[in-house]
């Protein structure tokens, strides 16, 4: 049995103090040691337990009988974890607003080159519906382009869908397509309608 003032045998620094005596085989620890080994309850009965090094058996205490220099120590240690813990969740919470302020403005370019893209689908099915289907002109209006607007698109088209083509090729293609552009704006003959 360990009493005050006696070399604690856990750690061999420090001296024992009797408030840290086990309940059931009256053996006594540092309070160094004591700190160590206490956990918070938070039950009504009691406030904090341990198990005791000797026996095994679980101490419950209220903090009442617990020294302060104990208790001091106590939360010291704690509050010196939690802010390391707080630390490492600022740190991690800076790097996910770090991300989504990128993915924010991830979604705004691709937003914007969706938008451009529609535009582009819809002029380039303009064209095709113009050339391809050359057909009496509809009831809705037929947005004509300018030869500028056409030559973008149409080279922007042949571009990415032959990589090894040439830029005079390019040209001589959109040049053919055009004047097939042009002719079908050009109203159908009566004698063609008829047949």
Not at 25 to 52: A, H, L, P, Q
Not at 63 to 85: A, C, G, H, R
Not at 120 to 125: K, M, Y
Not at 134 to 144: F, G, S, T
Request: aromatic content about 10%; glycine content about 2%; hydrophobic content about 30%.
């Amino acid at each position: 049995m360990n009493n005050e003032g006696c070399e604690c045998v856990i750690c061999l620094d420090n001296t024992v103090n009797k408030n840290n005596n086990c309940n059931v085989c009256n053996n006594g620890i540092c309070n160094n040691c004591y700190v160590k080994m206490i956990e918070r309850t938070f039950d009504i009965t009691n406030d904090i337990s341990y198990n005791c090094p000797f026996c095994k058996k679980e101490n419950l205490k209220k903090w009442d009988t617990i020294d302060n220099n104990i208790i001091v120590e106590y939360f010291s240690i704690n509050e010196y974890k939690y802010q390391i813990q707080i630390r490492k969740l600022k740190e991690l919470l800076y790097d996910k607003e770090h991300q989504m302020a990128k993915l924010k403005k991830t979604i705004k370019n691709k937003t914007t080159v969706i938008e451009e893209q529609k535009v582009l689908i819809f002029n380039q099915n303009n064209i095709i519906n113009n050339i391809l289907l050359n057909l009496p002109k509809p009831d809705e209006p037929i947005i004509k382009l300018k030869y500028q607007e056409f030559y973008k698109i149409t080279y922007k088209s042949l571009k990415e869908t032959e990589t090894s083509l040439l830029p005079q090729d390019a040209m001589k293609r959109i040049s053919i397509l055009w004047k097939e552009y042009k002719k079908s704006f050009e109203e159908i003959p009566q004698s063609l309608q008829e047949t």
